[in-house]
């Protein structure tokens, strides 16, 4: 059985992040960061640039008038919002093909997961631009294994899912889930220890001594953005001790879920790039 350890020193690099996002994630450890020098950082990368520019005058950011310059975006949209939108910008450059996972919807759903996952925070009067940060992050892991592991494995790990569940399957084949190798990863990355426990904890919030917000809002987003239909009342299986210590009612979630629909993820311009 493999372990994650031997998994990360694979032949196969895990994938190598611009530099500019780099220098991002440094920024979260700093507690006064200094918005226009990362703004003059960003500048150096003309590719993230230029995306950044595209989503900072998409309609669902809400700028009324478009934005020319990074430097404007930055002010403009404040560092969390820039800092996502760059880290959106160079988590999708990274890789151009997986074995077996469709680069386009994977991401759309990504998207989808983490704008709906930032509305349930606001909701919640918790820290929303980081759990959006947390929600971008979430499915890293299952990038990495389908990179790393052979084929062989990885169909095993599909054809459990559907009796089992993903994170249960992927235990039972490689004794680890996708969730607490994208933890891993994101810790290697420097991302801080808050950001790496939602990540390893979004698929079981309550799993441990104490109840993660930043997962909970996670796990709940994906139950929502899994569902064909909006149901008048709660689906079955809907994990109500979650909602319940998020605060959050199931027509509030409704509701929710509707504007996300309707208005979009925003991050468009990068699928279509």
């Not at 960061?33 to 230029?50: E, G, R, T, W, Y």
């Not at 008038?65 to 760059?86: H, I, P």
Request: charged share 20%; with cysteine; aromatic share 6%.
């Amino acid at each position: 059985m493999t372990s994650m350890n031997a998994l990360l020193i694979h032949p196969q690099p895990l994938p190598s992040i611009p530099e500019v996002v780099r220098e991002l994630i440094h920024t979260f450890h700093d507690p006064d960061p200094d918005l226009l020098f990362i703004a003059h950082q960003i500048n150096k990368d003309p590719v993230i640039s230029a995306q950044l520019l595209r989503l900072a005058n998409a309609a669902q950011f809400g700028c009324y008038r478009q934005v020319t310059t990074v430097r404007e975006a930055a002010v403009r949209l404040g560092l969390d919002s820039v800092r996502n939108m760059v880290l959106a910008c160079g988590l999708t450059g990274v890789l151009k093909q997986v074995p077996g996972i469709d680069l386009h919807h994977f991401w759309g759903k990504v998207f989808d997961v983490a704008a709906l996952s930032k509305l349930l925070a606001e909701q919640g009067h918790f820290r929303a631009e980081e759990v959006f940060t947390c929600a971008l992050l979430h499915d890293l892991g299952r990038l990495i294994m389908h990179l790393s592991l052979p084929q062989e494995t990885v169909r095993e790990i599909n054809e459990l899912e559907p009796r089992h569940g993903r994170a249960q399957a992927e235990q039972m084949v490689v004794g680890f889930t996708h969730a607490e190798l994208g933890a891993k990863v994101a810790g290697l990355w420097n991302f801080p220890l808050s950001i790496c426990e939602a990540i390893r904890r979004h698929t079981a919030p309550f799993a441990e001594d104490h109840f993660c917000h930043q997962a909970g809002f996670i796990h709940l987003a994906l139950i929502l953005v899994a569902l064909d239909s909006i149901p008048l009342e709660a689906p079955v299986g809907w994990p109500l001790t979650v909602a319940r210590a998020l605060e959050l009612e199931w027509p509030v979630c409704r509701e929710l879920l509707i504007r996300c629909r309707q208005q979009g993820h925003g991050f468009a311009a990068l699928l279509a790039a």
